[in-house]
């Protein structure tokens, strides 16, 4: 069976897909839904946006990182040729399904330019145009390009070396060379003389432009850089008070990596490909050679600020999906004591369908309750123009507040400075995760003086405190003042200030001292029971599953009989229904308009249910700081294992199907009632005010 699928496998030997390989199967999902006709069309053309940017990530972190350890082992004192051209073998693979998967972009992007010709949409192309979309591309152009362009200068080989990370830039056939700078948006819109729209993208528009500036009638080659951005490795060791200039010194050398890709499109007959490699140091898989525009990300930003033009609302009706109303909890609806409503019993928030705005109710009820003594929170990312920062720089001005930053958050670093500056200026003690951990817990304490004792009030999400995303992603968070909840919170708070690894928790559960391990031993408990005739079952939803050991013992558990049911967004290692291995393991992949960003964990015959911010990797388990924490509210639980993981289970409108090919596959149709769409059916449950469910007050 193993042979069938031994291109995608790590080690020939072993049933485990190779990370990277599985990564790349998720954007073909991703692909998918920019390709079915069942999505709107403008929503669409957002999802191809995303595979382009999917892809700028993958090759800034995950192939730079793979490009590394080969020469790593290459440098070690003894190199192990097996392995080394093993990885030599999986990163080509990479670059071959990369370079067919852009081929099938063109195919989408071009289907979709089609039909938006047809519903009034115009995609301006490099090739000439009539005059009147080349008059409004010249007005575009000029007012939101040509002044951040420099002149002209003449092209040589060893200028490709000084392009940044994701610059793009022209050359052209009489030799001049122009860049793009990387300040500018991907994608512009406009309003043709007949109120039409108009789309551009920045190097179609660029080369254009450019090329009736210069005075050729010769097209331009466009071509764009992707270069090593992985700086996290390097700051592991400092201590955390350096981290902020450590970080601001070496976002340098995230502009100026190793080139790991480069994007060509337009005329390139004029270049030399063998002298590039040489110079770049890259080999000719990791050139790619697309009709495709190499701003395709752009799609997606292009269609995020239509949607916020108050004069596009009538045009883009049917053509994105309709405004998703965010709704309070009908508990938390009222003006009274929000402190009383969750003493009385814990809250669910599950976003984007309930409004993150209960959060920041509550954290603005905390700044005005003079019996709040103190709040603290941890912040991995925010929002910008954050309502919840703005409210703790309030709170400190009364209260003892304390936030704890992660400033190595990827591509969130000088974000993250920026904003401890701020509420250290604000008055705020801000702490730094330290060592080699990363802050990834999501978790807030309130702490309030009640009847001469301090109750403690906990907020625990899979998401972070971001009203941006918590729009656009899907999580679970619970309000609670459970005191056990709240004394474990308090001794993470305390422990983190004082940069220790927190001990003696109670009912949180910790990576990287617990977690790995008590997942570990549940899913043993599970093999046990159905070893001993019992029902033993599994659920869990990750956004990757990649643990080789978790992976091994799911299987033991699938050949003790455990029914085993995985949704994995991203990478999935694991192959199921694999005979005598993973007969009863089913591993599904949901995408979908919101992006699926809650993890939970059920293990049935313990009866025990966590949500968390933590995925099944190693890096999770051993290198970061992660919270999982028990459902520990009847009702809640009920609603997650009755209501929610069966109708994940149910989805066949979005969702995939894993098989022992390693290939995922559509569900499917039942048929009638019988197939459903998840998130449609959680948007529901909220405008329902959870009616029928056990959530219903």
């Known amino acids: 069976m193993l042979q069938k699928i031994l291109p995608l496998l790590e080690d020939p030997n072993k049933p485990f897909i190779h990370r990277d390989l599985s990564w790349l199967q998720f954007n073909e999902r991703v692909l998918a839904q920019a390709r079915s006709p069942n999505n709107p069309l403008l929503e669409r053309l957002r999802f191809l946006g995303i595979t382009g940017s999917n892809l700028d990530e993958f090759f800034m972190i995950r192939f730079a990182s793979m490009k590394e350890q080969i020469r790593s082992l290459k440098r070690g004192p003894q190199i192990n040729i097996e392995l080394v051209d093993r990885l030599r073998h999986i990163r080509d693979e990479v670059l071959i399904s990369v370079g067919r998967f852009e081929n099938r972009q063109v195919r989408v992007f071009n289907d979709l330019v089609r039909q938006l010709f047809e519903n009034g949409i115009r995609v301006y192309k490099r090739s000439p145009g009539t005059h009147k979309l080349d008059e409004l591309a010249k007005e575009v152009f000029e007012k939101n390009c040509l002044p951040h362009l420099k002149e002209p200068e003449k092209f040589a080989y060893e200028k490709l070396k000084l392009v940044t990370n994701l610059q793009g830039g022209l050359i052209y056939p009489n030799g001049q060379m122009i860049g793009i700078p990387r300040s500018l948006p991907a994608a512009y819109y406009a309003w043709d003389e007949n109120k039409k729209l108009v789309l551009f ?8 432009r450019m090329q009736l500036l210069i005075g050729t009638n010769k097209r331009a080659c466009i071509f764009r850089i992707t270069r090593d951005a992985d700086i996290s490795g390097e700051l592991e060791e400092e201590d955390p008070e350096s981290i902020p200039d450590a970080i601001k010194k070496r976002m340098i050398s995230r502009d100026q990596g190793r080139v790991v890709r480069l994007q060509l499109t337009g ?9 590039i490699c040489k110079t770049l140091s890259i080999s000719a898989l990791q050139i790619f050679k697309t009709p495709l525009p190499l701003f395709i990300h752009g799609c997606y930003q292009v269609v995020n600020e239509l949607q916020k033009q108050s004069s596009a609302e009538q045009m883009l009706e049917k053509l994105v999906y309709p405004r998703l109303e965010n709704r309070l909890p009908k508990p938390l609806r009222s003006k009274d004591d929000i402190f009383k409503k969750i003493k009385e019993k814990d809250q669910l928030l599950h976003h984007p369908y309930d409004s993150f705005d209960a959060y920041t109710r509550l954290l603005e009820a905390a700044v005005k309750d003079p019996q709040v003594q103190a709040i603290s929170q941890t912040i991995y990312r925010v929002d910008t123009l954050s309502k919840v920062t703005e409210l703790l720089k309030e709170a400190a001005k009364t209260k003892n507040v304390r936030v704890i930053i992660e400033p190595r958050a990827r591509f969130d ?8 500056e701020e509420l250290r ?19 807030a304490l309130i702490e309030r003086k009640e009847e001469g004792k301090i109750v403690n ?17 899907t999580d679970l968070a619970i309000l609670t003042a459970h005191p056990g909840i709240g004394s474990d919170a308090k001794i993470f708070m305390e422990a983190v200030s004082e940069e220790r690894i927190p001990t003696q928790l109670q009912h949180l559960i910790l990576a990287p001292t617990d977690l790995h391990k008590r997942l570990l031993s549940l899913i043993d408990r599970e093999t046990k029971a159905a070893k001993d005739g019992k029902k033993g079952r599994i659920f869990a939803k990750v956004n990757a599953l990649v643990d080789y050991n978790l992976v091994n013992s799911l299987y033991a558990a699938s050949q003790a009989g455990v029914k085993v049911d995985l949704f994995v967004r991203g990478a999935c290692s694991l192959i199921p229904r694999i005979k005598d291995l993973s007969d009863n393991i089913r591993v599904f992949s949901l995408v979908d308009r919101f992006l699926e960003h809650s993890r939970m964990y059920y293990f049935q015959n313990s009866n025990q249910l966590f949500l968390t911010s933590a995925d099944w990797m ?6 970061r700081l992660e919270i999982a924490f ?11 294992i009755s209501e929610v993981i069966p109708t994940y289970l149910r989805d066949r409108a979005k969702t995939r199907e894993l098989d022992a090919m390693g290939i995922w596959r559509k569900r499917k149709s039942l048929g009638g009632d019988l197939d459903i769409r998840a ?8 405008e329902n005010d959870y009616a029928g469910t056990p959530l219903y007050v």
């Open 425 to 443: 200026q604000a008055g705020v003690k801000v702490v730094f995760s330290f060592g080699k951990l990363k802050l990834h817990a999501k978790i």
């Open 679 to 686: 998130q449609a059916v959680f948007q529901k449950m909220a």
């Open 267 to 275: 005329t390139q007959q004029m270049l030399n490909i063998e002298k």
């Open 413 to 420: 670093e000088l974000n993250n400075i920026k904003l401890a």
């Open 630 to 640: 028990p459902v520990l509210d009847e009702q809640i639980h009920q609603f997650l």
């Open 618 to 623: 190693p890096r999770n388990f051993f290198s």
């Open 201 to 208: 993208f920045l190097d179609d528009l660029v080369s254009q």
């Open 457 to 473: 009030y906990t907020h625990l999400s899979t998401g972070n405190y971001n009203a941006t995303t918590a729009r656009l992603y």
